[in-house]
């Protein structure tokens, strides 16, 4: 049996290289860029009027004339007029190219307009050269890069994409998983149990949390049988990058996953981990390259152990890892045996300092406690009493709000 921190060594000596894919910008979102954003012109593109109101030269006005001869409208997607002479001004409207010969913008607000043909307009405002013109290339420079690969593309970054006319975007491509849960007991979601019988939850659970990287797993079951999880098995290993497996890799007699997966050559690099729960959790990896991540059956464990160590080595993979958090109990906790224990937590957020609440289920069974609880908070091995205040790394499942 390996500690914590072992198993996540052995889990992050193996990688996979994950290809690109062209996706067009409206379903780019969530997904992880490829590529570089650069620029394609100046940001803003031209001088741009940030007011609805009157351009002017800021000249006129500093050798004393506050009334300006209004000789046109520009209205946003117009080409620039000219400013005739220094006394006139042109209506201008936000989104608008600065006139030539202008160089700031007084609002409506601000003037006071005159006349029917010969319209004047007149400041009440003291001005400030260059005011409400965003000016060329002052957020960036054509060619700079706006967004580097490996960013998770959200709303910002797809406006950006938009501004600079990609239409597709090349983005990761998200590895090919399956999920297989293993057991006689289970049925699908939609059948109605035998009194002996369950529903399978854990390929629903790991499914949804998979869609984080827009993964679309694959989804099997197979029965307590040796020579059917070998058949099984040895098919996926060819297909998948990355096998999920649940259950069938305990004591029982009927846990035959790490007997299959020894079988078809699957090295393992463990077998059991130094915690609770989850302690049963098989690893290994094949030649094809593919990836086994064979979990304990029960919910709780099952998802524990996907938190912890798949959750962060795909994030790796996507380069958007970054470590845990760290939370403080809110209460003393006492821990008996010698294992790193993961218990349920509550979390709340208070003045920038993380709370992490124990939310105590009834073992790794009991799958409805984690619906009331937010994350498992990691308390190290060697130790069995945690007191207060005291602070631990927190795998939370879900966005920390306040
Ligand atoms: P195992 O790891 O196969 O010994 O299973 C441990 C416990 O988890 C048993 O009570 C199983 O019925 C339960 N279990 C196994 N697979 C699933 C699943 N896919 N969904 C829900 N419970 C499961
Ligand atoms: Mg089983």
Redesign the pocket.
């Known amino acids: 049996m390996i500690t914590v921190a072992a198993a996540e060594r052995l889990i992050n000596d193996h990688t996979l290289e994950l290809e690109s894919e062209l996706v067009s910008l409206v379903h780019a979102g969530g997904r992880v860029l490829k590529e570089t954003i650069r620029a394609d012109r100046d940001f803003p593109p031209f001088n741009r009027v940030t007011m609805d109101g009157i351009a002017i030269n800021f000249d006129h006005w500093k050798q004393g004339g506050a009334d300006f001869l209004i000789q046109g409208t520009q209205a946003a997607g117009s080409p620039p007029l000219k400013i005739d002479s220094s006394n006139c001004a042109v209506e201008v409207m936000t989104g608008a190219v600065l006139p030539e010969g202008a160089d700031t913008i007084i609002p409506y607000e601000v003037i006071e307009i005159s006349g029917e043909s010969n319209r004047r307009a007149t400041l009440q405002v003291v001005p400030k050269k260059g005011q409400n013109v965003h000016m060329q290339g002052t957020d960036r420079l054509e060619g700079a890069t706006i967004i580097k690969p490996w960013t998770i593309l959200g709303a910002p970054e797809i406006g950006v994409a938009a501004t600079v006319g990609k239409s597709t975007l090349k983005v990761v491509k998200p590895p090919l998983v399956a999920i297989i849960?293993?057991?006689d007991?289970?049925v699908a979601v939609d059948q109605t149990p035998l009194p002996h019988q369950?529903r399978?939850?854990?390929?629903a659970t790991l499914a949804d949390a998979l869609h984080r990287w827009k993964i679309e797993p694959d989804l099997f079951h197979i029965v307590d049988d040796l020579n059917g999880t070998t058949d099984k098995l040895a098919g996926l290993l060819e297909k998948y990058h990355i096998l999920i497996l649940?259950?069938?890799?305990?004591m029982?007699k009927f846990?035959y996953v790490p007997q299959a997966l020894e079988q078809l050559q699957v090295t393992r690099h463990f077998h059991k981990i130094r915690q609770r729960p989850g302690k049963?959790f098989w690893f290994g990896s094949h030649k094809s390259g593919t990836v086994v991540f064979a979990f304990?059956?029960?919910?709780v464990s099952s998802f524990m152990c996907f938190n912890r160590y798949l959750k962060p080595w795909l994030s790796k993979l996507f380069k958007l890892h970054k470590p845990p958090l760290m939370a403080q109990l809110t209460e003393d906790l006492h821990f008996e045996p010698d294992l790193t224990y993961f218990a349920q937590v509550k979390v709340e957020l208070d003045q920038g300092s993380i709370l992490a609440q124990p939310v105590v289920g009834h073992g790794s069974?009991d799958l409805a406690n984690l619906v009331d609880a937010d994350g498992f908070l990691e308390l190290p091995g060697g130790k069995n009493h945690f007191s207060k205040g005291e602070l631990y790394p927190l795998y939370s499942y879900r966005n920390l709000r306040s």
Request: aromatic share 0%.
């Open positions: 849960a293993t057991g007991e289970l369950i399978s939850s854990n390929a649940s259950g069938g890799v305990s029982g846990d049963p304990p059956g029960n919910p069974g």
